[in-house]
């Protein structure tokens, strides 16, 4: 079956260090992936886009690079801050499903202080 | 530019009932997807219309259905509404149509209406 996994449902880590998300996915031929962050009560805002024959995606302290042997896409904020505090989704846009594109159940991240 | 915009923001129903949802995308974006949003089943695409034309249907029932008019806005109606429809229903526009894989394809959200089905 058709799956898009984000490795945890939640991230707690150390303000200042790097945080990485992993969105994992079987079974789709990918377009392109994206990642949008969702605080609470508010609709998601996207981020990035990186395509399939792109490695790597990087948006100030953003980077995302993209696998396609590992199915496989990894999203790192680095020098995070209590304001990167959010949950992320990873959204797989793929020309193989009626569902044009998939989203993650998404990783809650929070930056403690 | 002014955002995606939802109305209602919230909406209580009970079951049986009907539900229309409203979404004005950004200025000059033609393609308007509309998305479930529940804890248990995460972000569900439910279609999208670009240029009056439904393009793409997620696997959701025909009591799901949508429209979009000639100046891009969209509505979205849910028919004889079961506990089940209880979710957070998500717009979102772009400028092209989000299956061709392109840069316009970046998709602006809207804040969404939180219906509570009771």
């Known amino acids: 079956s058709q799956k898009i996994e984000q490795n945890s449902e939640a991230l707690n880590i150390q303000e200042g260090k790097t945080a990485t998300l992993t969105c994992n996915y079987t079974?789709?031929?990918?377009?392109?992936l994206q990642w949008y962050r969702q605080d609470p009560g508010r609709g998601p805002v996207f981020l990035l886009l990186?395509?399939?024959?792109?490695k790597e995606k990087r948006k100030e302290r953003l980077k995302v690079t993209f696998d396609t042997t590992l199915k496989q896409s990894l999203f790192h904020i680095t020098a995070s801050q209590p304001a990167d505090s959010a949950t992320y989704l990873c959204?797989?846009?793929?020309?193989?499903?009626?569902?044009?594109?998939?989203f993650g159940s998404g990783t809650r991240l929070s930056i403690r202080p | 530019k002014a955002g995606v915009t939802q109305t209602p923001r919230y909406l209580i129903k009970t079951r049986g009932q009907q539900v229309t949802l409203s979404c004005s995308p950004i200025?000059?974006?033609?393609?308007v997807s509309w998305y479930q949003q529940t804890p248990g089943q995460g972000l569900q695409f439910l279609f999208e219309?670009?240029?009056?034309?439904?393009?793409n249907k997620g696997n959701f029932p025909g009591r799901f259905s949508g429209r979009q008019f000639s100046n891009s806005r969209s509505e979205m109606n849910v028919s004889t509404l079961e506990l089940g429809d209880s979710a957070l229903y998500l717009c979102?526009?772009?400028?092209?149509?989000?299956?061709?894989?392109?840069?316009?394809?970046?998709?602006?959200f809207g804040p969404g209406t939180r219906l509570t089905v009771l």
């Open positions: 979102a526009s772009s400028l092209g149509e989000t299956s061709l894989g392109t840069s316009t394809d970046t998709q602006y």
């Open positions: 990186i395509r399939e024959n792109e």
């Open positions: 959204a797989l846009a793929t020309y193989s499903s009626a569902s044009k594109i998939i």
């Open positions: 079974n789709y031929s990918p377009a392109y």
């Open positions: 200025s000059g974006h033609r393609s």
């Open positions: 219309y670009f240029s009056e034309t439904q393009r």
